[in-house]
Nanobody, 123 residues
Framework: VQLQAFGGGLVQAGDSLRLSCIAS????????MVWFRQAPGKEREFVAA??????YYSNSVKGRFTISRDNAKNTVYLQMNSLKSEDTAVYYC???????????????????WGQGTEVTVSS
C-alpha cells in the first residue's frame, strides 16, 4: 500500500487550499481514509476522516474543511477554506480497512501513512 499526499503550500490567512492523497495497492473503496496534521513541537492530531460516505471532523476544522473521496481515482481530498495561522502543519493522509468506528480519530489505529505535505498559513 502506498499513499502519496500533495497540494500543500504557503498561503495567507483566509485563503483556500485543496490537498489530495492518491492511494495504490489497496481496494480503495473498502478503506477508511483520514487526514492528520502535525504542527512543529506538537502531537499529530486528527483532522478529518471519511468512511464509506460518512465524514468526521475535528472541532477545530468543522465548517471550514471538507473531506471527500473519488473511488474511481483512488483519491481522497481535503478542501480547506478560511485557513488560519493555527492550521499551519504537515498534513498526512492515512488509511486502514479494519479499524472500528470508535478509533477513527486515533492515529495508532491506522496502518498505512503517506509522506506528508506541508501547509503554511501566514497571518
Amino acid at each position: 500500500v502506498q499513499l502519496q499526499a500533495f497540494g500543500g503550500g504557503l498561503v495567507q490567512a483566509g485563503d483556500s487550499l485543496r490537498l489530495s492523497c492518491i492511494a495504490s495497492g489497496l481496494t480503495f473503496s473498502s478503506y477508511t481514509m483520514v487526514w492528520f496534521r502535525q504542527a512543529p513541537g506538537k502531537e499529530r492530531e486528527f483532522v478529518a476522516a471519511i468512511r464509506r460516505s460518512n465524514t468526521y471532523y475535528s472541532n477545530s476544522v468543522k465548517g471550514r474543511f471538507t473531506i471527500s473521496r473519488d473511488n474511481a481515482k483512488n483519491t481522497v481530498y481535503l478542501q480547506m477554506n478560511s485557513l488560519k495561522s493555527e492550521d499551519t502543519a504537515v498534513y498526512y493522509c492515512a488509511a486502514d480497512a479494519h479499524l472500528i468506528l470508535s478509533s477513527i480519530r486515533n492515529k495508532s489505529a491506522y496502518n498505512y501513512w503517506g509522506q506528508g505535505t506541508e501547509v503554511t498559513v501566514s497571518s
